[in-house]
């Protein structure tokens, strides 16, 4: 089933464009020029272009040499926060370097002064906290790959999940807008083992509106629906990669590279099923699955933000599991959000195909804008 929180991004990116969204190229000077070491300490200093560094998408001025000293002794103390990303949008949006403000010795950006307004407000409700650190337990670790396999060997075997080098699925939904409800066509394709590509369409007051968000090794891109490719900021991609990357079906394939480690937690019951609670971590993506004494994946919870912004625990119940050319595969998932139901994302698939040919054009957009 496809990791739901890419559902949002209809709601981010197909209605409101990719305007402010992407990687647009960021001011020559952030922070309206302002010495950004003084800035944390409280003082709006304005910088000069004698003493300068760029670092990532933007360009800081300071006042001193010695401001310019201290910022690059630590630059990760005094620089914009996440990447430069909106502090209460995250994932892929894109913050205005001047639009900011300072929060408990820290400097945070945003997509607008909506997102301004709400983050200044409950400033706890928009940042991420660590997560914990894994069971060290040997023990732990050897019995979550034992539930792995057994979660592969559900899913249809070794061979079979290995064996596959396409996977897509499709599915419509309807959600409300201001204008009425909407039919949204959703198309996702994996071609494995690190492309991925969401499509989206819906017929809005007589016009067909779509748009596609692709990942690959060369970047990522938000497709506008005239065919051009704006390029995310590089901070977004760990965000895109769990959101693509928390599928069942991608999760477990991804199982033999080196950075995947899958610890059991403790057993548990979810909706009277007796299941064994196993944590994976695999490069960004960081779920704990439910998985039954049978194999198969009751279920899967996870820590991210919601359409709004705000962090908190989603978990998806997957069922209807069918035969698909070998494998057994969940044609449905129920989600909800700190325990209530999100509708909007939750789904029921039309069509799964496996190994179907896909063009590597459509992992690697040629029409470039949002420079």
Not at 21 to 46: I, S, W
Not at 318 to 323: E, H, I, K, L
């Amino acid at each position: 089933m496809q990791s739901f929180i890419l559902t949002i991004l209809v709601v981010l990116l197909s209605v409101g464009g990719p305007a402010g969204r992407d990687g647009q190229k960021a001011a020559d000077d952030a922070l309206d020029g302002l010495d950004p070491v003084l800035l944390v300490g409280g003082k709006a200093v304005p910088g000069k272009s004698a003493f300068s560094v760029p670092r990532g998408d933007f360009v800081y001025l300071f006042s001193t040499a010695e401001t310019k000293a201290t910022f690059e002794s630590d630059p990760a103390r005094y620089e914009i926060q996440l990447g430069g990303l909106c502090a209460r949008m995250g994932k892929t949006t894109g913050g205005n370097p001047s639009d900011f403000v300072v929060h408990d010795g820290k400097i945070y950006i945003f997509g607008s002064d909506e997102c301004h307004k709400r983050f200044q407000a409950q400033p706890a409700k928009y940042l991420p906290t660590p997560p914990p650190p894994l069971p060290a337990s040997a023990a732990a670790a050897t019995r979550g790959r034992q539930f792995i396999d057994r979660a592969v060997a559900a899913l249809g075997g070794a061979s079979k999940l290995d064996g596959l080098t396409t996977y897509v699925e499709s599915y419509t939904q309807v959600q409300t807008r201001p204008q009425g409800e909407v039919t949204i066509a959703f198309k996702t394709m994996w071609r494995f083992p690190d492309r991925a590509r969401q499509e989206r369409s819906m017929v809005l007051q007589g016009k067909t509106m779509s748009s596609a968000t692709v990942l690959s090794p060369e970047g990522m891109w938000f497709l506008g629906g005239q065919g051009q490719a704006y390029p995310m900021r590089p901070a977004g991609r760990p965000s895109l990669e769990q959101d693509f990357g928390r599928h069942p079906v991608a999760l477990l394939r991804a199982r033999r590279g080196s950075g995947f480690r899958a610890v059991t937690l403790a057993s548990g019951t979810v909706d009277g099923f007796s299941v064994e609670n196993v944590r994976v971590i695999s490069g960004s993506t960081d779920v704990t699955l439910a998985i039954g004494a049978s194999g198969r994946i009751h279920s899967e919870t996870f820590r991210d933000r919601n359409s709004d912004g705000e962090y908190g625990t989603f978990s998806i119940v997957y069922s209807d599991f069918r035969p698909v050319e070998g494998l057994q595969l969940p044609f449905n998932a129920r989600t909800t959000f700190n325990g209530q139901p999100q509708p909007s994302l939750s789904m029921t698939l039309d069509a799964i195909t496996l190994n179907t040919p896909l063009d590597p054009s459509l992992f690697a957009p040629k029409s470039q804008g949002g420079q």
